[in-house]
């Protein structure tokens, strides 16, 4: 069977745990998969690196050489990781948050997606690079205009990206992934009401059984990056297709 690579981060838990778990199951795919933590799975297609996002610095230095090289089938990035950052009206955020909000959910995909378009740009295979987006991009929530803002920046992106590479082929989508039950709705729901308007809202989903699991978000992922062609446009939504 061709090999085909994924690079993923955030694959330590939540979401990117379970879009790993997908992968690992496909054999035929090599994984390069960062985060903070490594978790130490024992498989040979599995290289884990450790690696904080937000150290902009640090991710600069192993960029050049982080892409393998090869011929590939398929070669799929997804910038998964991301954080919710710390939930506070305007008026009251953090600097020194916000840049590592911004670092880990904007500039770090931004820096990634850049040296794989440079890396793969001649390549024949199916290129696809998929930024995990976020409803938020185009609703406005109370107390996370942080967050809102660096996926809507991160769709944009995604956009400009998809219009430049009309000639090389990659593909890109910016794809919100539905409300999932994850480390991330755990700490919404921990936030004081004072400075999230929405606290119950997202509560009741959790009681309600309204989350969707990280086990069928990946499965609707990995189909949308195994049928690109089935899909027009950039911004993408795991709630406007079912698997087929
Ligand atoms: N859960 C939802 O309802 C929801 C809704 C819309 C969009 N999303 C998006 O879906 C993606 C996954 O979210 P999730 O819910 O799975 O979140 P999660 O459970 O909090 O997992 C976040 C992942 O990102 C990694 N990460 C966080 N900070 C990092 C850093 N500084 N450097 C490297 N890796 C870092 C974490 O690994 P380490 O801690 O090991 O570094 C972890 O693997 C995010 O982009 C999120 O914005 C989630």
Redo the contacts with the bound molecule.
Sequence with gaps: MAKSLLIL?????????AILDTYLQKRNFEILA????CLGLDFPQLKEIS????ELDKLEKVLETLFPKGDFEEIHLIN?????GEIKPVGKLNPSNLKKLMS??LLAPICLTNAFVAAYQNQNSKRIVCN?????AQKPVSGWSEYCSS?AALAMFSMVCEKENEHTGIRFFSL?????D????D?IRSVDEKDFPDLERFKSYKSQGA?SS?QAVSQKISYLLSNPEKFEGVLQDVRDFELT
């Design positions: 981060t955030g694959h330590s838990q939540g979401l990117g745990r960062i985060s903070r933590t690696l904080d996002l937000s998964n990781a991301g954080w919710i880990i959910n995990i987006s976020s409803g938020a996926k919100a992934p539905g409300i999932v994850t480390g991330m709705q700490q989350l990280a």
